[in-house]
Nanobody, 112 residues
Framework: QVQLVESGGDSVQAGGSLRLSCTAS???????VNWHRQPLGKPREFVAQ???????TYADSVQGRFTVSRDSAKNTIYLQMNNLKPEDTAIYYC???????WGQGTQVTVSS
């Protein structure tokens, strides 16, 4: 069964940091992976993308605070989130574009 599994979500105070992980099972193509997030009651939104190009892309709202990276040996994509703000509170999902595989999501809550 092809799947993505996110982990690392937690509750933190504003200014804190978290690292989310997205681990792919065998058969999932992770050449191009997006992180998205969905705040409660709002639409899902793009956060970051890592692809074959060495330069990841980020939403303006997280540029300079979030960093996406990969560990190919572990088949895992990471999202390092620093200087977290209350508006970063959401369920975070990873999405492998090739094959359209989504993870189940992990909750991030940032309190002021």
């Amino acid at each position: 069964q092809v799947q993505l599994v996110e982990s690392g979500g937690d509750s933190v105070q504003a200014g804190g940091s978290l690292r989310l992980s997205c681990t792919a099972s065998a058969g999932v193509n992770v050449n191009v992976v997006n992180w998205h997030r969905q705040p409660l009651g709002k639409p899902r939104e793009f956060v970051a993308q890592i692809a074959a190009s060495p330069i990841p892309t980020y939403a303006d709202s997280v540029q300079g605070r979030f960093t996406v990276s990969r560990d190919s040996a572990k088949n895992t994509i990471y999202l390092q989130m620093n200087n977290l703000k209350p508006e970063d509170t959401a369920i975070y999902y990873c999405h492998a574009l090739i094959g359209d595989v989504w993870g189940q999501g992990t909750q991030v809550t940032v309190s002021s």
